[in-house]
């Protein structure tokens, strides 16, 4: 690994990375390699500062297959409910804390956070705003990243505030060395049957032994916009898809009453990937916004992150089952 940049002084921190009002730390690599998931619970950082157990904790159950959607160093719901799924997938009672046994089975030796030289790609493609009007969206050529920061985020699983706090003094110009957080390659398998629990917010992928492959944190439907019940079938999968906007379909946006075509882009409406379903204008996909999953409501459709589309829809295939539930996860099976 290279040696870290020289940080900003302390005065310009508050102003480099500056969170709802609150300034964030800096935040040093060795803080999260050298940290303690044992220790979670018993020490308090400021509010909105990241914890580097928790960032440790979030890493290992990404490399375990239990998502804890956005690497964020923030405690909370989505967190616990990566530990359930580590739980479930390992046969241990599911509760979602983090008890001497679970982080047992969970830590390693290896580094969780390793150095990256930025290249001429990573700032390719890059567009200078999303517009929030969808009439505006289908304007446009594509509905890229807005920044290096910001396409290293989801490409190592990070919230872009963590990114920050870890290079504060970086440019993310190509050549830069920077530091971020090393989530694992993608699971593997042959997913035969999908669950789709709407109480707990998961997504649960299953192969056909039963065994479970990898959980990842959801938002399924709404009050206003409620997900399908029932079983219903994988169609097809279509990478960085575009997005037809039908107010009369689907949802009105803004004051836009006319057929749109969205086009595709990581920062587009279904993000980098489209699961479809049997049942008519449904499906598993992407978001523009990771920090949301299960935080905000969707359309009737399953809401996940990009980088968690993406590893779900390489191991389904036409005919997989998707079965809509509304269990608690002790009820699992």
Same mark, same amino acid.
């Given at each position: 690994?290279?040696?870290?940049?020289?940080?900003?002084?302390?005065?310009?921190?508050?102003?480099?990375?500056?969170?709802?009002?609150?300034?964030?730390?800096?935040l040093r690599p060795e803080e999260i390699n050298t940290a303690s998931i044992a220790s979670i619970g018993t020490e308090k950082p400021a509010p909105g500062d990241p914890d580097p157990a928790i960032v440790r904790l979030q890493v290992l159950l990404d490399r375990a297959g239990?998502?804890?959607?956005?690497? =964020? %160093?923030l405690s909370g719901e989505? $967190?616990?409910?990566?530990?359930? &799924?580590?739980?479930?997938?390992?046969?241990?009672?599911? =509760? %979602?804390?983090?008890?001497?046994? $679970?982080?047992?089975?969970?830590? &390693?030796?290896?580094?969780?956070?390793e150095s990256y030289v930025v290249s001429a790609e990573d700032a390719a493609g890059l567009v200078d705003k999303i517009p929030e009007d969808y009439g505006e969206k289908s304007k446009m050529?594509?509905?890229?990243?807005?920044?290096v920061?910001?396409?290293l985020s989801e490409r190592f699983h990070m919230g872009i505030d963590l990114v920050h706090a870890l290079n504060p003094a970086s440019q993310f110009a190509p050549g830069d060395t920077v530091w971020v957080v090393n989530p694992g390659p993608p699971r593997e398998g042959k997913v035969k049957r999908i669950e789709a629990d709407k109480k707990t917010g998961q997504v649960l992928a299953y192969a056909a032994d039963g065994s479970l492959l990898a959980v990842y944190p959801a938002t399924i439907g709404s009050e206003d916009n409620p997900a399908p019940s029932g079983k219903h079938k994988v169609k097809g999968v279509a990478?960085?898809?575009?997005?037809?906007?039908?107010?009369?379909?689907?949802?009105?946006?803004?004051?836009?009453?006319?057929?749109?075509?969205?086009?595709?882009?990581?920062?587009?409406?279904v993000g980098t990937i489209w699961i479809d379903l049997t049942e008519p204008t449904y499906g598993i996909?992407?978001?523009?916004?990771?920090?949301?999953?299960?935080?905000v409501g969707s359309h009737g459709c399953v809401r996940l992150t990009n980088w968690d589309a993406e590893e779900l829809a390489g191991m389904v295939?036409?005919?997989?089952?998707?079965?809509?539930?509304?269990?608690?996860?002790?009820?699992r099976k």
């Open positions: 690994m290279s040696s870290m940049k020289t940080a900003l002084p302390m005065s310009l921190l508050a102003l480099a990375f500056s969170v709802g009002g609150a300034a964030a730390r800096e239990s998502s804890p959607g956005v690497i =964020d %160093g989505n $967190v616990d409910k990566a530990v359930a &799924g580590f739980e479930a997938m390992n046969d241990l009672p599911v =509760d %979602g804390r983090l008890d001497p046994d $679970v982080a047992s089975r969970l830590e &390693g030796n290896a580094p969780l956070v050529q594509s509905l890229g990243y807005t920044s920061a910001e396409k990478k960085m898809p575009v997005y037809r906007y039908d107010p009369k379909r689907n949802f009105k946006q803004g004051k836009n009453d006319k057929v749109l075509t969205i086009p595709k882009g990581p920062n587009g409406p996909h992407g978001t523009p916004e990771p920090k949301l999953i299960d935080k295939k036409p005919g997989v089952m998707v079965d809509f539930v509304n269990r608690s996860s002790a009820t």
